[in-house]
C-alpha cells in the first residue's frame, strides 16, 4: 500500500514501503516569478544590413523609358522656310509698292529733333505720310517745330528725295517722285536678288540643319532606318517648295521693277 506525504507545495513526495521514496513535480506548481513565457510570434526575420539603406519609392518603380525622337517632326524646317519667306516679302514690298514707291521707307527713317542729343524718333511717329495722285507724297507733321528735323532726315537718306515747304500750310512738305530710270529700276533690281538669295541661303541653313537631326537619329539609332529614310524624302520635298516659292516671289518683283 502506497502512502502520499506532501513536504513542499511544489512537490509531491511518493513513499513505499520499505522507506523507498519517489517524489515527482507538480503540473502548474512553478512560481510566476519563474515561469517561462512562450510569445505567439511569427518565425524570426532575416537581420537586415544597417548598411544597406532600404530603396526609395522612386527607385522601386521602373524608371519610363526614353522616348525615341520623332524624324518626322520637320517644324524646325518649315519655321526656317516661312521666316526666309516673309522676309523676303517684306524687302520686295519696299521696293516695288505701287511699283514705285513706298511710304513705308520714309516713315521708318530715324529723325533728330535736337542737335545737342543724339535720340531718334521715326518719322511715322512725328507725322502722318500720305501719298498724292501722280508721283507726289505729302507729310503732315503734328507741330510747325519738327518741320525742320523731318525735312533734314528726309534730304540726308538715299531716298534721292527733295522735300518742298507748302506755301499754304506750314505743317506740310510735299515731296516729288522721280519718274524711275534704267539706272534705278537695275540698282532696285540689284537690291531685289540679294534680297532673294538671302532667303535661299535661309532655306538652305534649315535644310541643312534637319539634315544633321535626321544623321544624328540614325547614328543613335534613336529611330527606325525606314523611318529616317522617309523622313528624308519629306524634307527633300519641303525644301523644294520653299526654294520655289522664294523664286517666284523675286520674278514677280523683277518683273513689276522693270516695267515702273
Known amino acids: 500500500m502506497l502512502r502520499i506525504v506532501t513536504r513542499l507545495p511544489s512537490r509531491l513526495t511518493y513513499q513505499c514501503r520499505p522507506n523507498r521514496q519517489l517524489t515527482l513535480p507538480l503540473l502548474n506548481s512553478t512560481p510566476a516569478s519563474q515561469a517561462r513565457t512562450f510569445a505567439n510570434s511569427p518565425i524570426l526575420y532575416k537581420k537586415k544590413d544597417k ?22 517632326d520637320l517644324t524646325p ?52 505720310v500720305v501719298p498724292k495722285s501722280g508721283r507726289m507724297v505729302t507729310i503732315l507733321a503734328a507741330e510747325e517745330e519738327h518741320i525742320k528735323p523731318v525735312s533734314s532726315a528726309i534730304v540726308s537718306s538715299n531716298l534721292s528725295l527733295t522735300p518742298q515747304s507748302d506755301p499754304h500750310n506750314p505743317l506740310q512738305l510735299n515731296i516729288p517722285i522721280p519718274p524711275p530710270t534704267k539706272e534705278s ?61 522664294v523664286k517666284d516671289l523675286f520674278e514677280a518683283a523683277r518683273k513689276t521693277l522693270e516695267q515702273a
Open 51 to 72: 548598411g544597406k539603406k532600404a530603396p526609395a519609392a522612386s527607385e522601386t518603380q521602373s524608371s519610363p523609358a526614353t522616348p525615341s525622337e520623332d524624324p518626322f
Open 77 to 128: 524646317l518649315q519655321t526656317g522656310i516661312s521666316n526666309a519667306v516673309s522676309r523676303l516679302k517684306d524687302d520686295l514690298s519696299k521696293l516695288r509698292a505701287g511699283g514705285r514707291f513706298n511710304t513705308a521707307n520714309l516713315e521708318g527713317l530715324k529723325v533728330q529733333l535736337s542737335k545737342d542729343s543724339h535720340d531718334t524718333v521715326k518719322l511715322g511717329d512725328l507725322a502722318q
Open 185 to 245: 529700276r537695275d540698282q532696285s533690281v540689284n537690291i531685289a536678288k540679294q534680297a532673294f538669295e538671302k532667303a535661299a541661303n535661309t532655306v538652305r541653313d534649315a535644310r541643312g540643319s534637319m539634315h544633321k537631326k535626321l544623321q544624328d537619329m540614325q547614328k543613335k539609332k534613336t529611330a527606325r532606318p525606314d523611318d529616317v529614310r522617309k523622313a528624308h524624302d519629306q524634307m527633300e520635298k519641303a525644301t523644294e517648295k520653299g526654294h520655289k516659292e
